[in-house]
């Protein structure tokens, strides 16, 4: 069965600087995962994933995540902060060979000041 | 530009009464996905179809809550009756696999009085 941990359920950042959301996984196959943004009184919007192939995947927004299989981690991170990147952010995985639905972590709320 | 249509956005009701909450997959997605999300406890799975067939309901209550997809272009969420404690947003998603991308739809916002 798979499993996510995000690390840290509030993160605090000014805008220009970096934004790192971590987040970790377990699974008993190759996974397939995902990270997903929510703005205030929206449904989730998918910002990236990952199945197979390169492990650097750039999504909307200017965001990107690494998958990392020795730390079982995908990490998401943006250069450079902006006023509007101020959201909560879902990452999930799935064993895709195995077709089993997603599973979603608790979440982080990313918070941007001026 | 395909979404995921829920309906109604907001529903406010009395506790006892039934509560029906109705989705609209993207056409062509043969997965749809309910979820309940509360403050308290975060982003839940309630329940998923595939081809209009059940294929997870764990995560819902049995005795109270009920889905189902009539057909291949609308999903429902029923309470009856609803409680106090089913205050929450509700989700649906569509998608193509069940192990693959899913697409939200805005949400049905329900509070029980």
């Known amino acids: 069965a798979q499993s996510v941990t995000q690390l840290g359920s509030h993160v605090s950042v000014s805008e220009g600087a970096l934004v790192l959301l971590r987040c970790n996984y377990s699974?008993?196959?190759?996974?397939?995962l995902f990270w997903y943004v929510q703005y205030p009184n929206q449904g989730l919007q998918l910002l990236l994933k990952y199945t197979t192939g390169a492990t650097l995947v750039k999504g909307i927004n200017g965001f990107e995540a690494e998958f990392k299989k020795s730390e079982t981690s995908f990490h998401l991170t943006k250069p450079s902060a902006h006023m509007s990147d101020a959201a909560e952010y879902f990452c999930?995985?799935?064993?895709?060979?195995?077709?089993?639905?997603?599973?979603f972590g608790k979440g982080t709320t990313l918070s941007v000041s001026s | 530009d395909a979404r995921v249509t829920q309906t109604p956005r907001h529903k406010v009701t009395e506790m006892g009464q039934e509560v029906t909450m109705r989705c609209q997959p993207i056409l062509g997605h043969n997965t749809v996905f309910w979820y309940r999300q509360t403050m308290m406890q975060g982003l839940e799975l309630l329940a998923y179809f595939r081809n209009r067939a059940p294929l997870d309901d764990s995560g819902m209550p049995k005795d109270r809550f009920s889905a189902e997809m009539p057909d291949a272009t609308l999903a429902t969420l029923k309470i009856q009756p609803s409680e106090p404690r089913d205050s929450a947003v509700y989700f649906c998603?569509?998608?193509?696999?069940?192990?693959?991308?899913?697409?939200f739809g805005p949400g049905t916002r329900l509070t029980v009085l």
């Open positions: 998603a569509s998608g193509l696999r069940v192990a693959d991308t899913q697409y």
């Open positions: 699974s008993s196959v190759p996974p397939y």
């Open positions: 999930a995985v799935s064993e895709g060979q195995a077709g089993t639905a997603l599973i």
